[in-house]
T-cell receptor, first 109, second 113 residues
Framework: RKEVEQDPGPFNVPEGATVAFNCTYS??????FFWYRQDCRKEPKLLMS???SGNEDGRFTAQLNRASQYISLLIRDSKLSDSATYLC??????????FGAGTRLFVKA | DTAVSQTPKYLVTQMGNDKSIKCEQN?????MYWYKQDSKKFLKIMFS???????INETVPNRFSPKSPDKAHLNLHINSLELGDSAVYFC????????????FGQGTRLTVV
């Protein structure tokens, strides 16, 4: 089993749609969780951290379920500019960071 | 002013050659990383340095040798390049360890022919 697994997609959604991505992780001792966004041929950039209590940033909501060992990202009212690959990132402790393979999102007009 | 800069952006070279990729960060971070993103877009950590000390060395062929002359620089030297080394290599930095945002360079697209 991979340490961090994501549905690779692609997810093809119309503008205005709500879309959700899940990510599972295998190490129950994992400490910190993030969602990064990577545009085509660009570097990954932090989208948001994921807190135990869940957190929201505008149209984006991230949640953590430690019992089931997954994190989720919900995007409401999708925009064309949301088209990108979304990377689930897990810190397992110390300096080790594991990136998921990414979920590709295409938002269509 | 670029926070994490790596050079070159593109590198095309023949099998068997030796090449280096340079990385510098001006964020005052103490931890730097090298990641490899292959054709399947999977981003995998190769090395991590904290205060110039190697702390993570994943299963990477010993043809790859990182060097950190100071906290702001982490270079990657690759000997005897192979076709399978073709990928995008990203340098990144962060402050401390767990829980802090990593900032990435623009990537170096390496093509071995």
């Amino acid at each position: 089993r991979k340490e961090v697994e994501q549905d690779p997609g692609p997810f093809n959604v119309p503008e205005g749609a709500t879309v959700a991505f899940n990510c599972t992780y295998s190490n129950s001792a994992s400490q910190s969780f993030f969602w990064y966004r990577q545009d085509c041929r660009k570097e990954p950039k932090l989208l948001m951290s994921v807190y135990s209590s869940g957190n929201e940033d505008g149209r984006f909501t991230a949640q953590l379920n430690r019992a089931s060992q997954y994190i989720s990202l919900l995007i409401r009212d999708s925009k064309l500019s949301d088209s990108a690959t979304y990377l689930c990132v897990v810190h397992t402790g110390g300096f080790k960071t594991i990136f998921g393979a990414g979920t590709r999102l295409f938002v269509k007009a | 002013d670029t926070a994490v800069s790596q050079t070159p952006k593109y590198l095309v070279t023949q099998m068997g050659n030796d090449k280096s990729i340079k990385c510098e960060q001006n964020l005052g971070h103490d931890t730097m990383y090298w990641y490899k993103q292959d054709s399947k877009k999977f981003l995998k950590i190769m090395f991590s340095y904290n205060n110039k000390e190697l702390i993570i060395n994943e299963t990477v062929p010993n043809r790859f040798s990182p060097k950190s002359p100071d906290k702001a620089h982490l270079n990657l030297h690759i000997n005897s390049l192979e076709l399978g080394d073709s990928a995008v290599y990203f340098c990144a930095s962060s402050l401390g360890q767990v829980g802090n945002e990593a900032f990435f360079g623009q990537g170096t697209r390496l093509t071995v022919v």
